[in-house]
């Protein structure tokens, strides 16, 4: 299989197939599990179409914690499936499936009772690595490891002394999670799925009570084509009510949206050399590692407001920034904080009024024939749900379908991985980049690092930092327009590249140079180039002043403000 490009190219050739033949499979949502189901119905011999309306993981995808974690709380809940289900899909993760993209991540548990509590939090990590063995695989970790207070505050000075009476230490993994989502695109695309973003479903094609495919528009250009399908699934996580309505009829899964709100600090902040994760009176705060940042969070509200956009506001920062202070010598301030993000978890929604009460498992519907829904579960375990509605697909295509592979396909890039990481030093040497550079590029491309340093080399200019923002090479942006499906300024200093969370100026400064950079191979004219840094602007000021305000539903107001896309073949349609 080679490496798939997903340029603009590619993207219309995709559209011009969606649109010619009848599909095995047509998959509506671009997040996680929808990528997941392409690579598993399209790994399993079938016929695979995908369409997401805005950018690849624009959603829930792109705004989580960043984690791959088994949910130490859910074993609280005695909920030991659900854990030992998403521990297994851990270890697959870091080891098989995307050892370039997911790496381990330690955590310290501050222990703030004294008598009951070391015991109790230490049985449970008991539990929690013995599950980790259950899989059959090796963890991929190590274990976990108990503290005194004084070994605690050597690897994490920033806490405060007498805020605990000592710790107990161990590990998870984490990953990019919009990076996983494109390259899983990427990775379905190469063995033969058709994949555009910025095509929008608008509704089904009947045949009777059968839905036989379904009627979509390319936002960037404003025509409209018919996609047939013998089964539809819909993977569209906190719209999946609004896909339903869309059929007609009373929806069989019912979705309830949660606000998780994240804050991004400078790693000079908070002196500590591992991640830290506190109790709460609702759920638990993270502050995780993130190359030269602290990502901290999350908040768990129930939203009801704008789903394109969820907005923090000013009370969310101040609950994250209170709750984290709590533990440290030295508070943070509002000050600190270079970025801000809000992302919304897609919840079965049940008997509980409280989001952080409903479920975190998913659920695999079939609610008429050719239609399959699948909604809920956690990024971890994506996988485990796109298997589970791709059977759901194939009981309805009544033919032989072969069982998931999933488990043994490594994504694209994963592939001799290992090999280069070992050979970083040569790759510095003949590409002329620092060591540093190497390190950098391979944790964000792996193997497919060549394709990254072959545009270095026919335009060396591309090896140089961007400015304002130089954990990044100019390359990267151009990588990211001709390889990664990336069509607008935003796509790439937001999902290609976190620019936008990682910076004060929250990618304003690199906006322009950026701008010029993708010109070029998404053929944008002058005036594209403004319009794209114009939006972009826009974008930046109405987060920063709806994360001034008090309430959801000012902030919500505020941040729709600003528009949403910006066609560029036909602005004249308003779709934004």
Not at 332 to 343: F, N, P, Q, S
Request: hydrophobic share 40%.
């Amino acid at each position: 299989m080679g490496t798939a490009r997903l340029g603009p190219a590619e993207r219309s050739a995709a559209l011009a197939q969606l649109g010619s033949a009848e599909l095995d499979v047509v998959v509506i949502g671009g997040g996680v599990v929808g990528a997941g189901v392409a690579l598993d119905a399209t790994t399993r011999g079938l016929s695979v179409g995908l369409l997401e309306a805005r950018d690849f993981a624009s959603g829930t995808s792109s705004r989580s914690s960043k984690l791959i974690h088994g949910g130490l709380r859910y074993l609280e809940q005695l909920n030991f499936d659900l854990v030992r289900e998403a521990l297994q899909e851990r270890a697959l993760l870091l080891q098989r499936i995307a050892p370039h993209l997911v790496r381990p991540v330690p955590f310290l548990f501050p222990l703030t009772h004294l008598g009951w509590e070391r015991p109790y939090v230490g049985t449970g990590l008991v539990m929690y690595d013995t599950l980790g063995f259950s899989t059959g695989l090796t963890r991929g970790v190590p274990g976990h490891r108990h503290l005194s207070r004084r070994r605690a505050l050597r690897l994490a000075p920033a806490l405060r002394r007498t805020a605990f009476s000592g710790a107990v230490q161990y590990w998870d993994a984490q990953v990019d999670d919009a990076r996983y989502v494109m390259t899983m695109l990427r990775t379905a695309a190469g063995y033969g799925a058709h994949v555009a973003s910025r095509a929008q479903v608008t509704g089904f094609l009947r045949e009777g009570e059968r839905v036989t495919g379904v009627r979509v528009r390319d936002l960037e250009t404003g025509t409209d084509l018919e996609v047939r399908a013998r089964q539809v699934v819909n993977a569209t996580g906190v719209w999946t009510d609004e896909i339903q309505e869309l059929v007609g009829g009373r929806g069989q899964i019912h979705v309830r949206a949660s606000k998780g709100v994240h804050l991004v600090v400078p790693r000079d902040r908070i002196h500590s050399h591992t991640g830290i994760i506190l109790r709460t009176e609702k759920s638990v705060l993270f502050v995780i590692p993130w190359g030269r940042h602290w990502i901290i969070g999350t908040t768990d509200t129930r939203w009801d407001l704008d789903k394109v956009h969820p907005a923090a506001s000013r009370s969310d920062i101040d609950y994250v920034l209170e709750h984290v202070n709590a533990v440290l010598s030295v508070p943070l301030t509002r000050d600190d904080v270079e970025g801000v993000y809000a992302g919304l978890r897609p919840l079965l929604s049940g008997e509980s009024e409280e989001t952080s009460k409903l479920s975190r498992e998913h659920v695999v519907a079939h609610p008429v024939p050719g239609l399959v829904m699948v909604a809920g579960g956690k990024y971890t375990t994506y996988r485990v749900m796109a298997k589970d509605a791709v059977d759901a697909v194939a009981h309805g295509l009544h033919q032989r379908v072969p069982p998931s592979c999933t488990d043994r396909v490594p994504l694209a890039g994963a592939e001799g991985y290992q090999a280069l990481w070992n050979s970083r030093e040569r790759l510095a040497r003949s590409s002329g980049l620092h060591v540093a550079r190497i390190e950098h590029l391979l944790q964000r491309y792996g193997s497919m690092i060549g394709e990254v340093l072959a545009l270095i080399e026919e335009d060396p200019a591309l090896a140089r930092p961007l400015t304002g923002a130089d954990d990044y090479l100019r390359a990267e942006v151009v990588y990211a327009a001709t390889h990664e499906g990336a069509r607008h300024l935003n796509d790439v200093l937001t999902r290609r590249t976190h620019i936008a969370m990682e910076t004060f100026h929250r990618g304003l400064a690199v906006a322009e140079e950026a701008a010029g950079l993708l010109a070029g191979p998404l053929g944008w004219d002058d005036e594209q180039v403004k319009r794209e840094i114009e939006h972009y602007t826009k974008r930046v000021e109405a987060e920063r002043l709806s994360q001034e305000q008090d309430t959801d539903h000012e902030a919500d107001a505020i941040r729709l403000g600003a528009p949403d896309i910006v066609p560029v073949a036909a602005p004249e349609t308003n779709l934004a």
